[in-house]
């Protein structure tokens, strides 16, 4: 668990130097000024953390008058914490997981570290690789797998990624597996074609009978657009869950409460690095306290 921890910590340093270096100016003050506000509102702005959620946390600051010492931190997190509804749903009984995005967001690195994250965690672990577009892809995977000591299934005669998904499911669940990590190629959020093909591998995954589990990935330097990523994609197939990847490279790590509180879909998990020991476990207490506390 201690390792969660320090990772969450560094991976959201970027985001963090912004808001620390400004919470910093205020200690010690029982009300905030209107520059101090304004300063304030600029410095959330830039981690991305949307602008319903900024608004909020700005008004109540304008109003808080301390006639003691506080500390702007806790009362920032407090007020986060208010304004953030977070459905948690405990699924780890899920067997098939299903990896969708846009291109380059980090699905298949997010894939292996899925099934190297479950196999240390005992589970019976099978990673497919259905991304028929880049045969890079799929032997990307392939070297994963071979590295983790991870069963491996793909087909690089076909095109057709649903086929591949049914021989995966079909062999995989009879034969026990109980973590089935299925990547996909990257898809636009709105070429239909393409999203129509995504569609029919989610139905022909769904023929099994076992609950499957839609993940979306979501680079996030990408902004508020990862919003539209995650509607676009959600009027095809219902998501479950995001994970939010290459946190460790941006300084808008906001993003991730601002999804959450926008779109109601729980983060399973954040990427952290290109190793495939850099994901770990999204926990809002510990992310709250990694957006405000240097170590
Ligand atoms: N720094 C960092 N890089 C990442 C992370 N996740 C993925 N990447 C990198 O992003 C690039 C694209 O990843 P890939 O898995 O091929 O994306 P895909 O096209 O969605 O399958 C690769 O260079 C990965 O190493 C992350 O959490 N942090
Ligand atoms: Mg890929």
Same mark, same amino acid.
């Given at each position: 668990?201690?390792?969660?921890?320090?990772?969450?910590?560094?991976?959201?340093?970027?985001?963090?130097?912004?808001?620390?270096?400004?919470?910093?100016?205020?200690?010690?003050?029982?009300?905030?000024?209107?520059?101090?506000?304004?300063?304030?509102?600029?410095?959330?702005?830039?981690?991305?953390?949307?602008?319903?959620?900024?608004?909020?946390?700005?008004?109540?600051?304008?109003? %808080?008058?301390?006639? #003691?010492? &506080?500390?702007?931190? +806790?009362?920032?997190? =407090?007020?986060?914490?208010? /304004?953030?509804?977070? *459905?948690?749903?405990?699924?780890?009984?899920?067997?098939?997981?299903?990896?969708?995005?846009?291109?380059?967001?980090?699905?298949?690195?997010?894939?292996?570290?899925?099934?190297?994250?479950?196999?240390?965690?005992?589970?019976?672990?099978?990673?497919?690789?259905?991304?028929?577009?880049?045969?890079?892809?799929?032997?990307?995977?392939?070297?994963?797998?071979?590295?983790?000591?991870?069963?491996?299934?793909?087909?690089?005669?076909?095109?057709?990624?649903?086929?591949?998904?049914?021989?995966?499911?079909?062999?995989?669940?009879?034969?026990?597996?109980?973590?089935?990590?299925?990547?996909?190629?990257?898809?636009?959020?709105?070429?239909?074609?393409?999203?129509?093909?995504?569609?029919?591998?989610?139905?022909?995954?769904?023929?099994? %009978?076992?609950?499957? #589990?839609? &993940?979306?990935?979501? +680079?996030?330097?990408? =902004?508020?657009?990862?919003? /539209?990523?995650?509607? *676009?994609?959600?009027?095809?197939?219902?998501?479950?869950?995001?994970?939010?990847?290459?946190?460790?490279?941006?300084?808008?790590?906001?993003?991730?409460?601002?999804?959450?509180?926008?779109?109601?879909?729980?983060?399973?998990?954040?990427?952290?690095?290109?190793?495939?020991?850099?994901?770990?476990?999204?926990?809002?207490?510990?992310?709250?306290?990694?957006?405000?506390?240097?170590?």
């Amino acid at each position: 668990m201690f390792s969660y921890i320090k990772k969450t910590f560094s991976g959201l340093k970027k985001t963090r130097n912004n808001i620390v270096n400004t919470f910093t100016k205020f200690h010690g003050k029982r009300y905030l000024n209107q520059n101090e506000l304004e300063e304030l509102e600029s410095t959330l702005f830039q981690s991305d953390l949307g602008i319903d959620i900024i608004d909020k946390v700005v008004d109540e600051f304008r109003d %808080k008058k301390f006639n #003691k010492d &506080v500390s702007w931190e +806790d009362e920032f997190i =407090g007020s986060l914490k208010t /304004n953030i509804s977070l *459905d948690l749903n405990n699924d780890e009984d899920v067997k098939v997981l299903l990896l969708v995005g846009v291109n380059g967001t980090g699905k298949t690195t997010t894939s292996a570290k899925l099934s190297n994250y479950y196999k240390n965690k005992s589970f019976k672990t099978m990673l497919v690789g259905a991304d028929t577009y880049r045969a890079a892809a799929v032997n990307q995977l392939r070297l994963w797998s071979e590295k983790l000591g991870i069963k491996f299934i793909s087909n690089e005669f076909t095109k057709d990624p649903a086929s591949i998904v049914y021989d995966a499911l079909n062999s995989g669940l009879n034969d026990g597996y109980n973590k089935i990590i299925i990547d996909t190629a990257g898809r636009l959020h709105n070429s239909v074609n393409l999203m129509q093909e995504l569609k029919k591998l989610y139905n022909v995954a769904n023929k099994f %009978k076992e609950k499957v #589990k839609v &993940v979306l990935v979501v +680079d996030s330097n990408v =902004g508020q657009n990862g919003m /539209n990523q995650a509607i *676009d994609f959600n009027k095809f197939l219902p998501l479950d869950s995001l994970i939010l990847t290459k946190m460790d490279g941006t300084a808008r790590g906001g993003i991730a409460l601002s999804m959450i509180n926008k779109l109601n879909i729980p983060i399973d998990f954040i990427g952290v690095g290109e190793d495939v020991e850099d994901l770990v476990p999204f926990n809002l207490d510990l992310y709250l306290k990694g957006l405000v506390t240097d170590e």
